[in-house]
């Protein structure tokens, strides 16, 4: 009769239990590893792009009309219905292609045919500061990005002055491609000058 000793099987359990921990912690770290490296890639293309240099454009604008009834107008989709019925000589058409008006909102601008070939403008809405008034929009297609700029941001700020008056503070912010930069291109700074314009008689007018 064949004899096998219990102390053996206990020893052999313990061996595989000691074995199947042993492969399990191996590939805790196989997976730790391979999430540091996914993380860094990342980390590396993050700082890529914000490493660029941006150069700024600001412009600021006394309204007389109080800082709240600006931010109305500024904020979500205030703007385009502005746009639609006071700046038809510059701007065709406006389109939401995303969103109603908040964070990761989408729009596109089309402009009338003009002699420089400037055709549409399209952004994502990526700061609604309700607090700061403060209004974020990061081009996507169109304008500069169109050929010479690598990144356009406009930020629109509200500043309150008194209680019946504000600041409108507008900044430009983009980065020319390195085969670009001798020429020292620019964003189409007159049209948001012509929005903020625009948008200061309409407020003064109602006030």
Known sequence: MLYINPENCRNRETRESFQGLKQAKFQRKRMLKQFSLVFFVLLACFNGVNSQELKHITKELEVNAPASEA?????KLGLLKLIDLKLTNIFQSTEVLK???GVGTVVKLTFVPDEAGNSSYTEKFTVMDDQRRVK???GLEGDCLAISCSVQIIEFEIIEKSQ????IKSTISYAVKEEFQAKDPKPSIQIVEAIVQSSKKFLERNN
């Open 71 to 75: 931010w109305e107008l500024y904020r």
């Open 99 to 101: 969103g109603d008006g």
């Open 136 to 138: 974020e929009t990061k």
């Open 164 to 167: 019946n008056s504000s600041i």
